[in-house]
């Protein structure tokens, strides 16, 4: 059975990703498009469209073009989209990379792609001449100035912009690498056509007023920055305030100082909304809406948000080899749930044993079809061959299943669900009691292999005050069947978690792995 979304099919236009996000910028020419959270650079739509096209003739001039890659090492910052839609424009594909990575990945990420040219901040310098020796990059440019490296301004020409022949639906725009969280992140491939239905799904589901101000702290690296947030938020005219990095407080101080309409959040800042006493010292009433994503959102936690903020509190389901591809909008929805799929794209849930598609409120992996799923992984054949089907659906890996109304309740991971005596457990539905407990500020559970049951479940947590295991322990087995119980308990100082919020499962089994062979 496949179910279709209850919006309205819209058409997908064949035209290149930077004229489709940019094509209100002359409309909205004196307009600040993207500003610097300290105030201190900011960009109109026109200002931006017109770096965006000198770029792009700048690099054109250095010979950058279809077929060459540029690499993006920077945190959210005004000047990201200028370079990014340059790139584009220019019919190159752009790698954008987390900062936060270690080295190793970085210069395995570079060299799988191939990237001639690395644009970077000065403060990242040492990092990207590093970089230099170890891969193939021919040149570092930085926004501002840096010695060692040439300056992204000097790219700045008055030349008439390039216009290489780009086809839509096969040419890759950009290259990002899945989490990795439950195994190594691949190289994902997506089509100027992929991003541009992902802005448009954004932008008819969750569409900007004229007056919105959006807070761009979700990483521009991320698929879930770098499209619901920069490409989106540039379609539909809005404001970006960027901020380089998650601090609570200046978070807060920014939401409170930009008198911010919109947020585009992850799990743990929502966290912060509905219960930090920080919260308190700041106003926040220009808080209309705040949609969540990145990973799944306790339905209390959005209701206490909701409730403190007096603002919307909805989120969007998707992966970064397809995003979104359901997203709550504003019509009701019930608790848990993460709405219903977004235009143009398509569902199923198939048996995991058998693989036979299966009906409304059934458990089963869910897979999706639509104009937003990737063209396939980087150099991996094989790993494309089998999460997409030969009918386009791509298989997500995530365990749930969808009601009558056609919305979708997310279960779980089906890879990290644990095998306790030939029972399946969900670590999300313990970490979710884990989280209740009035002394946890933060849980993550993992199987741990067992001779006699094959994994045990285990809770890793972060105490607000001291607590015995015993006692945590016990309070989760008040509130599942006894399979389902938690069988270790470790404190710790903190969950590893990716930038968007997913607790990083993997980092926890290889600490386990490396203690069993001491």
Known sequence: MIFTSPHPPVHVPETTLTSFVLQRAEQNAAKVAIADVSGQREYTYGELASAVRRAASGLHARGFGKGDVLAMLAPNVPEYPIAFHAAAMAGGTVVVLNPLDTMDDLAAHLNEV????????????????????????????????????????????????PDPPIDPARDVVVILHSSGSTGYPKGVLLTHRNLIASALQTHLIAPSAEDEKVLAVPPFHHAFGLSMVMNASLLQGATMVTMPRFEPEAFLKAIQDHRITRLFAVPTMIVLLAKSPLVDRYDLSSLRSIISGGAALDPEHARLCQQRLGCRVGQGYGL???????????????????????????????????????????????LIRGPHVMKGYLNAEEATREILEPDGFLHTGDLGHVGDDGELFIVDRIKELIKYKGQQVSPVELEAILMSHPKVADAAVVGVPDEEATELPKGFVVAKEPVTPEEIMAFVAERVAPYKKIRRLEFIDQIPRTPVGKIERRSLKERERERAAR
């Open 114 to 161: 191939g990237a001639s040219l690395l644009v970077t901040l000065p403060s990242e310098l040492a990092k990207a001449t590093a970089l230099v020796s170890r891969t193939g990059v021919e040149e570092i440019l930085v926004f501002g100035e840096a010695e060692g490296a040439t300056s992204f301004a000097s790219l700045l020409a008055d030349d008439a912009p």
């Open 320 to 366: 970064t080899e397809g995003l979104p591809s359901f997203m709550q909008s504003d019509d009701p929805v019930s608790p848990g749930s993460v709405g219903v799929s977004a235009p143009n794209v398509e569902c199923k849930v198939i048996d995991v044993t058998t693989g036979e598609e299966v009906g409304p409120y059934r458990d089963g992996e869910i």
